[in-house]
């Protein structure tokens, strides 16, 4: 099985960045994908940015085109997320996600997110 543990949430103003980290540990020999989603109160979670971890390839969601840049280090099997021009829109706890060889999904804690307007 995969841990996971996020870092780099916090309080930023509008117009602001802030670069979140995920550190996979544990079965990582095993990895195939791992990335980020939101989920803001009262709303879905939802897919924000991701790396097939065996070829390297990135993917964005919606949200995050133009604005977030994905990055991984190998070596340290982590991955993430730099967040430029943050809007209170985009307030939420983001998540986590690895997925295996195996199909087996694991998620971190979350950190939280908040944008001031």
């Known amino acids: 099985q995969v841990q996971l543990a996020e870092s780099g949430g916090g309080l930023v103003q509008s117009g602001g960045s802030l670069r979140l980290s995920c550190a996979a540990s544990g079965s990582t020999f095993s990895l195939y994908d791992m990335a980020w989603y939101r989920q803001a109160p009262g709303k879905e979670r939802e897919f924000v940015a991701g790396?097939?971890?065996?070829?390297?390839?990135?993917r964005y969601g919606y949200s995050a085109k133009d604005r977030f840049t994905l990055s991984r280090d190998v070596a340290e099997t982590t991955i993430f997320l730099q967040m430029n021009s943050l809007q209170p829109g985009g307030t939420a706890n983001y998540y986590c996600k690895t997925e295996t060889k195996c199909y087996e999904d694991s998620w971190g804690q979350g950190t939280q997110v908040t944008i001031s307007s």
């Open positions: 790396i097939r971890w065996t070829t390297g390839n990135i």
